[in-house]
């Protein structure tokens, strides 16, 4: 599985990140959007791509990586996709490019104080095809796609005390929740009401399983 880092121009924890960097196998890409190439530059890391239109990105860091010659693809910020939809796009490109399969996207940076941000990041992940997962990591949060199916939530593995899951996009059908705190069976979801805000695991391990449409399902800590 193609492992893909995308480092967004939101809010980056150093600490955080760094210290979540070392934990993590190597990525086969690194691709930074807009002023994540600034994180990129203080982490010695090396992006394989820049994509964004860099109207956060000082240009002196932006002309340092294209004397590096790292690929840069830049855009006029009057455009019609963010640049975490660009970035989104890339890392499909990247694997395509590869031989196809399944690949897997960890996102810095693509939450922070602009909530509309964060919502636009939400929505652009929602829209990824199936063959790339990808999650998005904060220092108190984990944020992942789900496609209809079942899933096994262990409480070792979990990021923090809460999960949640929220439909994107639409309803999320047939949603069964077992092992939970709040179990629901073969329940409709909707992006009206929020009743799968905020549940915790009752045991070691819980389910979960549904039918049709997307959730987001969170993991979060205070």
Not at 34 to 41: E, P, R, S, T, V
Not at 96 to 108: D, K, P, Q, W, Y
Request: proline share 5%; with cysteine; net charge negative.
């Amino acid at each position: 599985m193609r492992r893909i880092l995308i480092v967004s121009g939101g809010m980056i924890e150093e600490d955080f990140a760094l210290e979540f960097l070392k934990g993590q196998p190597p990525f086969d890409d690194i691709i930074a959007a807009d002023k994540g190439a600034a994180f990129c530059l203080r982490a010695g890391l090396r992006p394989a791509l820049l994509v964004g239109d860099f109207d956060t990105l000082p240009g002196e860091t932006l002309e340092l990586f294209r004397r590096e010659q790292i690929p840069i693809r830049q855009f006029r910020p009057e455009k019609d996709f963010t640049d975490m939809e660009i970035a989104l796009s890339a890392a499909m490109e990247y694997l395509r490019t590869s031989g196809g399969g399944e690949g897997r996207a960890v996102i810095l940076g693509g939450t922070g104080t602009r909530l509309d941000h964060v919502l636009g990041t939400l929505y652009a992940v929602a829209g990824v095809r199936k063959e790339l997962d990808c999650e998005i990591v904060d220092s108190h949060n984990r944020i992942r796609m789900l496609l209809p199916g079942e899933y096994t939530i262990r409480r070792e593995e979990l990021y923090g005390k809460y999960v949640s899951f929220l439909p994107m996009g639409g309803e999320a059908q047939g949603v069964t929740l077992q092992g939970f705190r709040y179990p629901v069976q073969n329940a409709v979801l909707t992006p009206w009401n929020s009743l799968g805000v905020s549940n915790e695991l009752a045991g070691d391990v819980g389910t979960v399983a549904f039918t049709g449409g997307r959730l987001a399902f969170f993991q979060t800590r205070d």
